[in-house]
């Protein structure tokens, strides 16, 4: 994974689909002047474009197709969107979780489908949640929207009951990522060449790690070992980030992270270190939403954070944005 990001590339057709930690800053037109994280001799990675379908709750209109009819509506509308030659391409990769034993490599057989040569080479990845378009037609149907937001009031909320440790359980229907269908694609190419064939980056891709903890007690505290250490590989800060958008599996998952990101005890028990990461603004995190209120398909929610993060950035004239996302497992990208 490592070398694909930075290796010097043609076109990729890429799904994340692994937790993720990821630096990313925006292209080329910049409102305030920063240091760049440009490395010399290496060519810079670009986000060029993402798409995805409207996500929505599982065993709804998405309920009879495969996973790979999902992938291949998302791909098919990246290369809408990008007019992408399809055979510009040089690899697609695809993450799904949770594999339907009918399809041995989802990749390939949406690649197929959405028309690709039968030359260009695929593969599947899965790691929980972090394995990841435009519109999406089933039949005759045009889907449209996400179906996955509800009308509601702080008062029928309060009476859900616990889905776990009952009756005491804090975790309800409310405070959880909801099950959700949906499929989502990127393009990712050198700026070299997605210049050459005159698209307008949105985004560089400057730097990631995947981190791993004890599962027992840390599971989903990812996101607060991944980005000290992604800030650290990229030398930057957390004042440096224009833009935060962590996956949100549970709203108490986001709020013990926080807390493990704002306590010196936490950092020098567990981490290693001396001092607390620090926690992200308030006014960064996550402005447009996440996984509790969009939804969560376990394949698709990667590539959902860093198109957002390059929009966020564009829209709101930030450089630096930074993608984390935990997942089963203890992990964390």
Same mark, same amino acid.
């Given at each position: 994974?490592?070398?694909? %990001?930075?290796?010097?590339?043609?076109?990729? %057709?890429?799904?994340?689909?692994?937790?993720?930690?990821?630096?990313?800053?925006?292209?080329?037109?910049?409102?305030?002047?920063?240091?760049?994280?440009?490395?010399?001799?290496?060519?810079?990675?670009?986000?060029?474009?993402?798409?995805?379908?409207?996500?929505?709750?599982?065993?709804?209109?998405?309920?009879?197709?495969?996973?790979?009819?999902?992938?291949?509506?998302?791909?098919?509308?990246?290369?809408?969107?990008?007019?992408?030659?399809?055979?510009?391409?040089?690899?697609?990769?695809?993450?799904?979780?949770?594999?339907?034993?009918?399809?041995?490599?989802?990749?390939?057989?949406?690649? %197929?489908?959405?028309?690709?040569?039968?030359?260009?080479?695929?593969?599947?990845?899965?790691?929980?949640?972090?394995?990841?378009?435009?519109?999406?037609?089933?039949?005759?149907?045009?889907?449209?929207?996400?179906?996955?937001?509800?009308?509601?009031?702080?008062?029928?909320?309060?009476?859900?009951?616990?889905?776990?440790?009952?009756?005491?359980?804090?975790?309800?229907?409310?405070?959880?990522?909801?099950?959700?269908?949906?499929?989502?694609?990127?393009?990712?190419?050198?700026?070299?060449?997605?210049?050459?064939?005159?698209?307008?980056?949105?985004?560089?891709?400057?730097?990631?790690?995947?981190?791993?903890?004890?599962?027992?007690?840390?599971?989903?505290? $990812?996101?607060?070992?991944?980005?000290?250490?992604?800030?650290?590989?990229?030398?930057?800060?957390?004042?440096?980030?224009?833009?935060?958008?962590?996956?949100?599996?549970?709203?108490?998952?986001?709020?013990?992270?926080?807390?493990?990101?704002?306590?010196?005890?936490?950092?020098?028990?567990?981490?290693?270190?001396?001092?607390?990461?620090?926690?992200?603004?308030?006014?960064?995190?996550?402005?447009?939403?996440?996984?509790?209120?969009?939804?969560?398909?376990?394949?698709?929610?990667?590539?959902?954070?860093?198109?957002?993060?390059?929009?966020?950035?564009?829209?709101?004239?930030?450089?630096? $944005?930074?993608?984390?996302?935990?997942?089963?497992?203890?992990?964390?990208?």
């Amino acid at each position: 994974m490592a070398s694909m %990001l930075m290796n010097p590339l043609r076109s990729f %057709l890429f799904t994340f689909v692994f937790p993720l930690t990821l630096s990313v800053s925006v292209s080329p037109v910049q409102t305030k002047s920063k240091k760049t994280l440009a490395k010399p001799g290496v060519k810079n990675i670009v986000l060029v474009d993402g798409v995805r379908t409207p996500f929505l709750t599982s065993g709804t209109t998405y309920a009879d197709l495969m996973p790979h009819d999902l992938a291949r509506a998302a791909l098919q509308g990246l290369l809408h969107r990008t007019s992408l030659p399809k055979d510009a391409v040089d690899y697609v990769i695809y993450g799904t979780v949770i594999q339907e034993v009918k399809t041995s490599n989802v990749a390939r057989e949406a690649s %197929l489908g959405a028309g690709f040569s039968d030359k260009i080479p695929c593969h599947t990845v899965t790691m929980a949640c972090i394995s990841s378009n435009v519109a999406m037609t089933t039949g005759r149907d045009m889907v449209s929207k996400d179906n996955g937001i509800r009308p509601s009031s702080m008062e029928q909320l309060a009476k859900l009951k616990p889905a776990f440790i009952k009756p005491h359980g804090t975790v309800t229907a409310a405070n959880s990522s909801f099950l959700t269908d949906g499929a989502s694609a990127v393009l990712i190419m050198s700026e070299e060449k997605a210049l050459a064939m005159g698209y307008k980056p949105k985004a560089y891709l400057r730097d990631f790690v995947y981190v791993s903890q004890d599962p027992k007690d840390q599971l989903l505290l $990812g996101p607060t070992y991944g980005t000290p250490k992604v800030l650290e590989r990229a030398g930057l800060t957390m004042n440096d980030i224009d833009v935060f958008e962590f996956h949100e599996a549970f709203a108490g998952q986001i709020m013990a992270n926080l807390k493990a990101m704002d306590s010196d005890w936490f950092a020098q028990t567990y981490m290693g270190r001396k001092t607390k990461v620090g926690t992200p603004p308030m006014e960064k995190f996550n402005l447009w939403g996440g996984s509790l209120s969009l939804g969560h398909p376990f394949g698709a929610t990667g590539c959902r954070l860093v198109t957002t993060v390059a929009h966020r950035l564009q829209k709101e004239g930030g450089q630096y $944005g930074l993608v984390a996302a935990c997942a089963a497992g203890g992990q964390v990208t």
